[in-house]
């Protein structure tokens, strides 16, 4: 028979859980009481135990409040897994006792939530489900952290620079991503034979916000011609909003090469240039050892076959 957990053995209580959370979140004992129906004393108790267990403090108190230590960092981070997990499990058993069966959250970058999601999406539906679908479209280095948390059950997109790859399984979908600028059909910059990067410096963009590899490509884009990245910007994902901007204003905009083709049914256009970057290949990223719920593996595999369709012969390859 397996050894049980430590926090088996040693009995950890959910209560406990919620307590160093809310201690980290309140930066107070007394608060984080109140908030979850206890008295002081109580919840004192309750934080003692837990780091008579693991051995260490998990907080100090400090004039301005308690603030935890790396330790208490650490179990921070963790319980919230446990506790959002637990959350998960209720939701999925509620879901099963109404009727529905299910839910699943996929995170995805750009191009593959126009592309393949949808498709995916749509095949998983066919079979007359009941479950809840809910797909978040963001950079990579917004979901990768939500991925990890446990806020998502697949991902679509990059591994982050700083990211830890040992406890993830990654299938990679495209080893190359081409991006491209565009404008509105009848911008003026349309009818140019030749385009100036200080023409360009100057226009007013739509791009993503700093921290993920795209604005990256961007900003070294105009730094290789020895210029300033441009400075009138507005920052955003959304893909309905930058062409809406795009169509409306004399805006530009960066795209991945294959968002800028779904979008030119919609009066944007491929500005002729020929950029020098291109994006690092993208995949579906899922938690090494996580039992997917039964609805998320089904979706998974819709996603797969979606992927295998749009994009040819997939290379799968461990983190």
Same mark, same amino acid.
């Given at each position: 028979?397996?050894?049980? &957990?430590?926090?088996?053995?040693?009995?950890?209580?959910?209560?406990?859980?919620?307590?160093?959370?809310?201690?980290?979140?309140?930066?107070?004992?007394?608060?984080?009481? =109140?908030?979850?129906?206890?008295?002081?004393?109580?919840?004192?108790?309750?934080?003692?135990?837990?780091?008579?267990?693991?051995?260490?403090?998990?907080?100090?108190?400090?004039?301005?409040? +308690?603030?935890?230590?790396?330790?208490?960092?650490?179990?921070?981070?963790? *319980?919230?897994?446990?506790?959002?997990?637990?959350?998960?499990?209720?939701?999925?058993?509620?879901?099963?006792?109404?009727?529905?069966?299910?839910?699943?959250?996929?995170?995805?970058?750009?191009? $593959?939530?126009?592309?393949?999601?949808?498709?995916?999406?749509?095949?998983?539906?066919?079979?007359?489900? +009941?479950? %809840?679908?809910?797909?978040?479209?963001?950079?990579?280095?917004?979901?990768? $952290?939500?991925?990890?948390?446990?806020?998502?059950?697949?991902?679509?997109?990059?591994?982050?620079?700083?990211?830890?790859?040992?406890?993830?399984?990654?299938?990679?979908?495209?080893?190359?991503?081409?991006?491209?600028?565009?404008?509105?059909?009848? &911008?003026?910059?349309?009818?140019? %034979?030749?385009?100036?990067?200080?023409?360009?410096? =100057?226009?007013?963009?739509?791009? $993503?916000?700093?921290?993920?590899?795209?604005? &990256?490509?961007?900003?070294?884009?105009?730094?290789?011609?020895?210029?300033?990245? $441009? %400075?009138?910007?507005? =920052?955003?994902?959304?893909?309905?909003?930058?062409?809406?901007?795009?169509?409306?204003?004399?805006?530009? *905009?960066?795209?991945?090469?294959?968002? *800028?083709?779904?979008?030119?049914?919609?009066?944007?256009?491929?500005?002729?240039?020929?950029?020098?970057?291109?994006?690092?290949?993208?995949?579906?990223?899922?938690?090494?050892? &996580?039992?997917?719920?039964?609805?998320?593996?089904?979706?998974?595999?819709?996603?797969?076959?979606? *992927?295998?369709?749009?994009?040819?012969?997939?290379?799968?390859?461990?983190?």
């Amino acid at each position: 028979m397996e050894t049980p &957990h430590w926090f088996v053995r040693n009995r950890l209580k959910t209560r406990q859980l919620w307590l160093i959370v809310a201690i980290y979140d309140h930066k107070s004992i007394n608060k984080a009481a =109140e908030m979850l129906g206890m008295t002081q004393p109580a919840s004192s108790k309750l934080l003692r135990e837990i780091e008579e267990v693991l051995g260490v403090a998990l907080f100090e108190r400090l004039p301005r409040g +308690m603030q935890a230590t790396w330790y208490g960092e650490t179990m921070v981070r963790h *319980a919230r897994m446990v506790l959002r997990g637990l959350n998960t499990a209720w939701d999925e058993i509620a879901d099963w006792k109404s009727g529905r069966s299910g839910r699943v959250t996929v995170g995805s970058i750009m191009a $593959p939530a126009i592309s393949i999601v949808p498709r995916a999406i749509e095949a998983f539906y066919r079979e007359d489900r +009941m479950a %809840r679908v809910s797909v978040v479209v963001e950079s990579s280095d917004v979901l990768f $952290p939500r991925l990890a948390q446990g806020e998502l059950d697949i991902m679509i997109g990059r591994f982050v620079v700083d990211g830890d790859k040992t406890n993830y399984d990654y299938e990679t979908l495209v080893d190359q991503e081409a991006i491209c600028f565009v404008a509105r059909r009848d &911008h003026p910059l349309q009818r140019r %034979r030749k385009l100036s990067w200080q023409t360009l410096a =100057e226009a007013a963009w739509v791009v $993503p916000p700093p921290g993920g590899r795209l604005r &990256h490509r961007f900003d070294m884009l105009f730094r290789e011609q020895d210029l300033s990245p $441009p %400075r009138r910007l507005v =920052e955003t994902v959304e893909l309905q909003t930058l062409a809406a901007l795009v169509q409306r204003t004399d805006m530009l *905009a960066i795209l991945p090469t294959e968002a *800028a083709r779904h979008c030119a049914g919609s009066d944007l256009r491929i500005l002729p240039l020929q950029l020098s970057y291109t994006m690092d290949s993208f995949g579906i990223i899922t938690r090494r050892g &996580h039992l997917l719920s039964p609805t998320a593996a089904e979706l998974l595999g819709f996603l797969r076959a979606a *992927a295998q369709d749009h994009y040819g012969g997939m290379a799968p390859s461990g983190a």
